[in-house]
């Protein structure tokens, strides 16, 4: 599955309505440790193939939907499952830690 691009018009469609375990990525173009997570979510959006869906937001191009779940720096990963917020990852984190959350939440 391809990683795929949400705005706020879009957000409770794309992740509040979603069954499963979705994690959104709140990030900017500007910002390098947002960049850096980038290939890690490339990777588990391959490794977990229909099992989570991988969802990024600009927060530059959108700053309803951060505001709204208060995020206050980037990047911020938050995971839905079922369109609730089960956990919050602030900041740059290897890989392991991912796989720690996303197991935790499909188990």
């Known amino acids: 599955m391809a ?3 949400t705005t706020d018009a879009d957000f409770v469609r794309d992740v509040e309505q979603a069954e499963g375990l979705v994690i959104v990525d709140f990030w900017a173009e500007w910002c390098h440790p ?15 193939a229909g099992r989570i869906q991988v969802v990024k937001l ?7 939907t951060p505001s709204r779940f208060g995020i206050m720096g980037i990047p911020t990963l938050l995971f839905f499952k079922n369109g609730e917020v ?8 290897p890989k392991p ?11």
């Open 97 to 107: 830690n991912f796989v720690r959350a996303i197991e935790k939440h499909l188990a």
């Open 34 to 48: 947002c960049r850096m997570i980038a290939p890690i979510l490339e990777q588990l959006d391959e490794e977990y």
């Open 58 to 64: 600009n927060v530059d191009e959108n700053p309803d």
């Open 3 to 5: 990683i795929k691009q």
């Open 86 to 93: 089960v956990e919050r990852i602030v900041g740059f984190q």
